[in-house]
Nanobody
Framework: QVQLDESGGGLVQAGGSLRLACAAS????????MGWFRQAPGKEREFVAA????????YYADSVKDRFTISRDNAKNTVYLQMNSLKPEDTAVYYC???????????????WGQGTQVTVSS
């Protein structure tokens, strides 16, 4: 069983930056991946980025590539999402999740956090 706790959301102006953190309790196996998703009101949950826990291989949605960076600290069992050059369309609830392999499909993720709100004002 894995529990995930996101933090770092908030209100920021367009062009600004935020760093989200997701602390995991429980064992993350080396081959697993941790991902970030987001969901805006009235929209489906969409993939943002993912990282393989052991190798550090990363995978990004085209909409955030070159603006967002996912990283992990294995010792702290924590994954981060550094978000730069934020846009109003990045406004959403951001969720972290754990999957058995690196994927962008939300139904492949077994454990989910409660989410943290990110609001980008224009």
């Amino acid at each position: 069983q894995v529990q995930l706790d996101e933090s770092g959301g908030g209100l920021v102006q367009a062009g600004g930056s935020l760093r989200l953190a997701c602390a995991a309790s429980g064992r993350i196996l080396s081959g697993y991946a941790m991902g970030w998703f987001r969901q805006a009101p009235g929209k489906e949950r969409e993939f943002v980025a993912a990282i393989r826990w052991s190798a550090g291989t990363t995978y990004y949605a085209d909409s955030v590539k070159d603006r967002f960076t996912i990283s992990r600290d294995n010792a702290k069992n924590t994954v981060y999402l550094q978000m730069n050059s934020l846009k109003p369309e990045d406004t959403a609830v951001y969720y972290c999740a754990v999957a058995r392999w690196l994927t962008s499909w939300p139904h492949r993720y077994d454990y989910w956090g409660q989410g943290t709100q990110v609001t980008v004002s224009s």
